[in-house]
């Protein structure tokens, strides 16, 4: 059974129709990458995964169960199905250390030294341990990044959404928020990553996929994928941006 199986699935916004049939499915432990341009559709569409988008038709699995059917509680789908946001979202009241346990105490009724001895673990896993008692004011927007990926681990997702987790930071702090990424891809999380940073494609994703007008136009292994495109769209994209 593949971790998620997306079932031709249609969304408009209005009149406005910006999922069109897309099908996919991803096994346990495999990395998707989404690209394409602007305006493709890709925010959408793995927003529609944990339901911050509704869809208007088709069907999406999770581990063989519709997320749409009756008994499924949206906010447990979401600790389910992970997400990290280009702006990280990370609560600014808050330490950082208190940003990730929240959700395990007030969702999970963990108790709090529990939460806190597992949010040290992932921070420090993500190599921000030293930073656990400061405010995310006081961090460079590659530690806030990190802290946002620490808080979604910390309710054991089975499934991470990244959408374009590096596109608002300063260079010098690309890498240190993909190499997180790695990592957890080598520790076998199920992952889909809408990001633009191809040489990550390249090293870590399973497959790649390329969105355009809101349907998926091309697919492959990223071998196939850079080497080989066959969609003109493909080839214009990716002339674009390498
Ligand atoms: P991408 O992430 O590939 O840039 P998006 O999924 O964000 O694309 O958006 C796809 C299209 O849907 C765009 O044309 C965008 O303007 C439109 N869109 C996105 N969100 C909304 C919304 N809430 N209401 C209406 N149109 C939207
Ligand atoms: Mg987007």
């Known amino acids: 059974m593949a971790m998620i199986e997306i079932k031709d699935i249609n969304k408009w916004y209005g009149d406005f129709h910006v999922l069109k049939n897309v099908s996919e499915k991803v096994e346990q432990g ?44 949206v906010n447990d789908l979401r600790t389910e199905v992970g997400m990290v946001f280009q702006q990280f979202n ?8 208190d940003n990730v346990t929240l959700a395990p105490i007030k969702v999970r009724n963990m108790p709090k030294g529990q ?8 921070l420090e896993r993500v190599g921000i341990h030293d930073q656990a008692s400061k405010y995310p004011i006081e961090l460079s927007g590659g530690q806030q990044q990190r802290v ?11 499934v ?20 997180a990424m790695k990592d957890l891809a080598r520790e076998g999380m199920t992952m889909l990553c809408v990001t633009h940073e ?24 990223p071998e196939h994928f850079f080497t080989n495109p066959q969609h003109e769209r493909t080839k214009a994209f990716l002339k674009e941006i390498l």
């Open 30 to 73: 495999e990395v998707l990458v989404i690209c394409g341009p602007s305006g493709s559709g890709k925010s959408t569409f793995i927003r529609c995964i944990n339901r911050l988008e509704e869809i208007q038709k088709g069907e999406i699995l999770l581990e063989g169960h519709s997320i749409h059917a009756d008994d499924v509680n």
């Open 90 to 97: 990370l609560y600014p009241h808050l330490s950082v250390l």
């Open 115 to 122: 939460a806190e001895e597992l949010a040290m673990k992932l």
């Open 148 to 158: 946002a990926i620490a808080r979604a681990l910390a309710m054991k997702p089975k």
């Open 160 to 179: 991470m959404l990244f959408d374009e987790p590096t596109s608002a930071l300063d260079p010098e702090m690309i890498n240190e928020v993909l190499n």
């Open 198 to 221: 191809m040489g990550f494609a390249r090293e870590v994703a399973d497959r790649v996929i390329f969105m355009d007008g809101g349907e998926i136009v091309e697919e492959g292994t």
